[in-house]
């Protein structure tokens, strides 16, 4: 059972170590208490669950930033990085806002984007009713980060990650998010 909890002096949701193995996937799948949320510790802008089956809820942002990171990398792998989500049937503020995913390994290393398109092409589909997808979709291709094999042992090797629509400034609702993931390819 998941807590929620706000870092000091923030409105953020500060993730906790929440991550579950699935084998059948090879991934790791990380719950809404296993993610950080921009305003997450605010109810009027995110209910983050106690229960790890249901999703976090949007209840409105202007920036919209879920982040998560992963340790567990191996030298000269490929990993593969997705969200499940969903929308409520009233979700406003998607049809134009760019969703973006990014991921880096290591604090310092060099960040790759990835837009998806299918949010915005989809938001009526996805609205209340369809059940959860995987994003990115097969329309938007696969979002994977490849770890170098020549990684040096002091070098900071965590997968950081995240979804974001910081660009518009306009108010979004209604995304539930069930889980991140990171699967090796």
């Known amino acids: 059972m998941s807590v929620q909890k706000a870092v000091k002096s923030s409105s953020h949701y500060e993730a ?8 059948v996937r090879k991934a790791w ?21 106690r229960e790890d089956r249901t999703p ?3 209840k409105k942002v202007s920036w919209l930033e879920v982040t998560g990171s992963y340790d567990k990398i191996e030298p000269g792998k490929t990993y593969r990085i997705g969200f499940k989500i969903s929308f409520t049937a ?6 134009q806002a760019p969703v973006f995913m990014s991921a880096k390994i290591g604090k310092k290393g060099k960040t790759i984007w990835k837009r998806i398109k ?34 040096a042992i ?3 090797t965590k997968l950081q ?8 400034g306009k ?8 889980e991140a993931f990171v699967e090796e390819v």
């Open 90 to 95: 009233d979700a406003t503020g998607w049809d």
């Open 16 to 23: 906790e170590s929440n991550m579950e193995q699935d084998i």
């Open 171 to 178: 108010w979004k609702t209604g995304l539930l998010i069930y």
């Open 161 to 168: 990650f995240g979804l974001y629509e910081v660009w518009t």
């Open 154 to 156: 002091n070098q900071d």
């Open 29 to 49: 799948v990380f719950k809404p208490s296993g993610l950080n949320f921009i305003w997450g510790g605010d109810s009027r802008y995110w209910v983050i669950p």
């Open 56 to 58: 976090a809820e949007l």
């Open 118 to 151: 299918s949010v915005n092409n989809n938001i009526e589909k996805l609205k209340g009713g369809t059940g959860p997808v995987n994003i990115p979709d097969e329309t938007d291709g696969r979002f994977e980060v490849f770890v170098s094999p020549t990684v």
